[in-house]
Each structure stands twice: as structure tokens, then as C-alpha cells.
């Protein structure tokens, strides 16, 4: 609870996968007005932030939340094939609160991931990675990557905090490391880097290969590769071998084109390569929100990070078969469950008008204004706004979440929750009436 007027000092925001924890957050007249140190995607968001207002919606009309609850567990009781979407505008209650309704009404429950580092997990799952948190990178590495990824714009505060900041083994911050960016074209990120290098879109699995192949001593006659000269390819490998500590932060951008899970998986092995020698490590760069969080969630609920079925009573996973967007294509849910909606505008066309046809309910934060008319709307708390919780940073570290204002806005977890205690009532009180019922019949 806080006063208006006060300031609040290392606040975590989560608008992006850095889940930076050293803001400083001033609070008036019950809203957020101001907060340091700048950051381009908190300024767009957190600065208006307010308590909010309760607004549940049932097909178009206001209702009491309680019959909003009432409603959405009677759409999921009748629904034979549903679908749980979303997670990474959540946090740790709402994702396991989540896993809980998806096991109890037989769902499918999918994250965001699987419309962007869903090809990275399937690498790592093939072939491991070689890894560390954030903190490390920062005190060790002597020298940064970034592959198909513009920090700059995705997360404005990641070069700040992790490679221009000092550390325990680089005294000097960023006079100590050497920035490599490698990318299809130029961007912010590539105009701080010490070496840009332009690779032909499409080429990136040549590339590295090509990499792990000088790495290991194998000649290769060809003057460029993926339109980089030679002489340069093999700069980066000397670098990289006689390096005390590296790190590779990959984006988007690898799994862009060409077969996406083997590109990423040619970097995790160049990664396994380099360790034969020194300390590498490959790190994603992820998406905003909390998906990190909710791939780790689903990974200790189920066993599996994303595309899960519990439709026979265990976790099944198959990506694809069990996919929001490819379900949907193919029309094999008949009722979706939306826990916020940042991922639906990566779903294809196709997917987007069959989540329209069918019956949704829809969970979405104070503040963000949804494309999608849902069958059954709830205006929610924000996790780390109105409500404590916890974020997963992009390297797999818990956050905790500090409620910053007052507010009677129902989080995530709440709602979820009241939906699956009605369902379990619904069904109690339906086995007494058929157990009444056959009774009657006997005697």
C-alpha cells in the first residue's frame, strides 16, 4: 500500500525480458507519474498507469463479476475441445492457475512462445545449451554477440545493464568488451557495436557452420560466406576461442528464415564447441512479458514449455498438433480462454477469424484496449502494478513483483481461481442430482 506522493525505489518492470528491478516509481494522486531511469517501453507504458475501474462483460452488456464467473464456467463445462491461450502478460498465480483450469476442463494450453522462440525450444531440447544468468555475463564476459537481434529497440536497457555496466572481471564496463552485432542489415544496436557484421538474409546456418568448422580447425575454401568475406569470418573465430568469457544473445532475427530450429541449434553447438576451449554461453533474447515465466511454469506443472494438451487427463506435448494457431486453423476448439492478448496479433489470419467465431472468454490488463470483442470480457490487475507476483527474466531468474497502487481490480489468478471453484461446484452438485436420481429409479 502506498501513499500518494511517495516514491518507490527498485521496482521491476516487466515490459521486456530484461525484468529490470531499479526503477524508481513516483506515485500522485493515485497514478503513476513518473519513473527513472528512462527507458523507452516502461515511459510507453507504466507513466498513467491508475487503480483502474471493475469492468466484466457478457456478450456486450456490464455484470457483476459474479455472474461473469458464473458464465464462463458454464461456457467451459459445455465446451468439448478448449483452448487456454496467452500467459506472458501473467504471472506465476495466474500461469499456475491457468495449468489448474486447462487440467480440470481437459484444455489445451499454449503460450506465446509458440509464435516466436518456439523453434529456439525445440533446438535446446535437441541439443542442450550452454547457459548462466544475466548477472554473470555482466561481471565476466570480454566479449558480447548479437545475433539477428537489435537490443536498442527490443529491450532499450539490456546493453546498459549487461554490457556497458562494470563487473567483478571487467573493471572497465564496456571498454572492456568487444560488441559484436551480426545482422541482415543495420540498425541502432549495430551503429555501438565494435564489429558489424551483414550476413544475406537466410544464411545464417551457413554461417555458423561455417564458424564451428574454423573453430575446429577445418579449412574452408571459399572466399565469402553468406555474402561476409572470409577474412572476417575468421576474425570472429579467433576472437571467440581466445576470449576469457563470451556470450551470445540471439534473437527473432536467427529464426527468421530458412528452417528456424536448426539455425538456432547450429548456434547452441557452436556454443558446446567454443567451451572446449573457453567459457561461452548462448542466451535468447525474449519476447515481452513474462513468457519466460510462463514456460517455466508450464515446465513445472506439466513437464513440458508450451503446446500441451491435458484433454486425456496427462500432459501430452506435440507442437503443431497441440499449437493455438495451428488448432485453431484447423477449427479443433470450440472455446478459448484468453489470458491477455498480446499473442493474437501474431496468429494468422485465418486463426484470428475463427477466434472470433467461437465462444472466448477473455482476461485482459487495465488499460489495454483489445481488438477482440470476447464472448465474456474481465478487466484484470496488473501484476506489478496492483498486485505482488512473480516475473521470470530472460535467463530463467525469478523477480519478485511489488504492488505499487491500490486497487479493486480482480488479478489473473482470482478470476481463474472463482471460474474453477464454480465448475467444481457445477459438478459436484450434479453427481447428487444423477445420484438422487438413480435412487428414485430403484425404488
Not at 496467452?86 to 503460450?111: E, H, K, N, W, Y
Not at 464454480?422 to 453427481?431: D, F, G, V
Request: proline share 5%; hydrophobic share 40%; net charge negative.
Amino acid at each position: 500500500m502506498t501513499d500518494e506522493g511517495t516514491t518507490l525505489k527498485n521496482v521491476a518492470c516487466t515490459m521486456c525480458g530484461c525484468v529490470c528491478d531499479d526503477l524508481e516509481i513516483s506515485v500522485v494522486d493515485g497514478q503513476i507519474a513518473a519513473l527513472s531511469p528512462g527507458c523507452t517501453l516502461a515511459e510507453s507504458w507504466l507513466p498513467g498507469q491508475s487503480s483502474g475501474s471493475p469492468l466484466n462483460k457478457v456478450e456486450g452488456k456490464v455484470v457483476a463479476l459474479e455472474l461473469a464467473v458464473e458464465r464462463a464456467a458454464e461456457l467451459l463445462r459445455n465446451a468439448n475441445s478448449p483452448l487456454i491461450y496467452g500467459l506472458s502478460s501473467s504471472s506465476t498465480p495466474g500461469q499456475r492457475s491457468a495449468v489448474a483450469l486447462a487440467d480440470l476442463v481437459g484444455a489445451c494450453i499454449d503460450t506465446t512462445a509458440s509464435t516466436c522462440h518456439a523453434p529456439s525450444i525445440v533446438a535446446l531440447q535437441g541439443v542442450g545449451e550452454s547457459t548462466c544468468s544475466l548477472g554473470e555475463i555482466r561481471n565476466r564476459s570480454s566479449i558480447v554477440i548479437y545475433w539477428g537481434s537489435n537490443p536498442l529497440k527490443s529491450h532499450p536497457r539490456h546493453m546498459e545493464r549487461f554490457v556497458e555496466a562494470r563487473g567483478l572481471d571487467v573493471p572497465d564496463g564496456r571498454a572492456g568488451r568487444h560488441v559484436v552485432v551480426v545482422d541482415v542489415k543495420r540498425s541502432e544496436s549495430s551503429e555501438l557495436a565494435d564489429t558489424f557484421i551483414q550476413v544475406e538474409p537466410g544464411t545464417d546456418f551457413e554461417v555458423l557452420w561455417t564458424l564451428r568448422g574454423l573453430i575446429a580447425g577445418v579449412p574452408v575454401h571459399r572466399s565469402a560466406v553468406g555474402g561476409v568475406n572470409y577474412s572476417v569470418l575468421v576474425d570472429l573465430a579467433d576472437r571467440m576461442k581466445s576470449c576469457r568469457y563470451g556470450a551470445v544473445f540471439f534473437g527473432l532475427g536467427l529464426t527468421g528464415h530458412g528452417i528456424p530450429h536448426l539455425n538456432v541449434e547450429a548456434l547452441l553447438r557452436l556454443g558446446t564447441d567454443l567451451n572446449r576451449l573457453t567459457r561461452f554461453v548462448v542466451r535468447r533474447m525474449r519476447i515481452p512479458g513474462d513468457v519466460a515465466g510462463a514456460d517455466s511454469v508450464l515446465c513445472w506443472q506439466t513437464g513440458f514449455p508450451f503446446s500441451v494438451s491435458l484433454n486425456r487427463t496427462y500432459p501430452r506435448y506435440n507442437p503443431g498438433e497441440f499449437t493455438a494457431n495451428d488448432m485453431l486453423e484447423r477449427d479443433e476448439v470450440d472455446a478459448v480462454v484468453l489470458v491477455g492478448t498480446e499473442g493474437v496479433e501474431n496468429l494468422s489470419d485465418t486463426a484470428r477469424a475463427r477466434l472470433g467465431e467461437i465462444p472466448s472468454i477473455v482476461l485482459e490488463h487495465s488499460g489495454v484496449e483489445s481488438s477482440l470483442a470476447g464472448t465474456i470480457n474481465f478487466r484484470t490487475a496488473v501484476y506489478g502494478v496492483h498486485r505482488s507476483g512473480t516475473a521470470y527474466r530472460m535467463d530463467e531468474t525469478p523477480i519478485p513483483l511489488r504492488k505499487v497502487l491500490d486497487s479493486n481490480l480482480p488479478a489473473d489468478h482470482e478470476v481463474l481461481n472463482e471460474i474453477i471453484n464454480r465448475i467444481i461446484k457445477a459438478r459436484k452438485n450434479s453427481a447428487k442430482t444423477e445420484s438422487v436420481m438413480e435412487k428414485s429409479q430403484c425404488v
